[in-house]
């Protein structure tokens, strides 16, 4: 016999809210990060972790693929790395300091400087691995 759990999800102004990046974030279910041009110093660049960042786009289909693998391997990588995402349109000057012009790109940072770059969808295993070099 199989048995399945229902998740019922908690409600805001009465509306269930649906599992997402935002709603992620907002409960701390996991240890994905959301960066933006405001905390992206402070979070990533002077951050005594390695720090993976997935630089993405809402209407970008790899993008939406990658996003669930990103959540997964924050999950696992725990304390170890920080890992987080962040929507390029809504935060061009950090987009454009890094010269973001393909989505998704991945990029690594330990120490506040780039120590590996990745365009495109990654797989989880792989980007566990890369981190794993500079932890």
Do not use: H
């Amino acid at each position: 016999m199989i048995r399945f759990t229902l998740f019922n999800p908690p409600k805001i102004n009465g509306e269930a809210v649906r599992r997402s990046r935002l709603f992620i974030n907002n409960f701390n279910f996991m240890s994905e990060m959301t960066f933006t041009d405001a905390n992206f110093e402070a979070e990533a660049l002077k951050s005594d972790q390695v720090v993976l960042v997935d630089f993405f786009a809402t209407w970008c289909g790899p993008c939406k693929m990658q996003g669930p693998i990103i959540e997964e391997l924050a999950k696992e990588i725990g304390a170890k790395a920080k890992v987080g995402a962040m929507d390029v349109d809504a935060n061009p000057e950090t987009a454009g300091k890094y010269n973001i012009m393909s989505v998704p790109t991945l990029i690594i940072f330990k120490g506040g400087e780039i120590k590996s770059t990745m365009m495109g969808l990654q797989g989880k295993e792989q980007l566990k691995a890369e981190i794993e070099k500079y932890v």
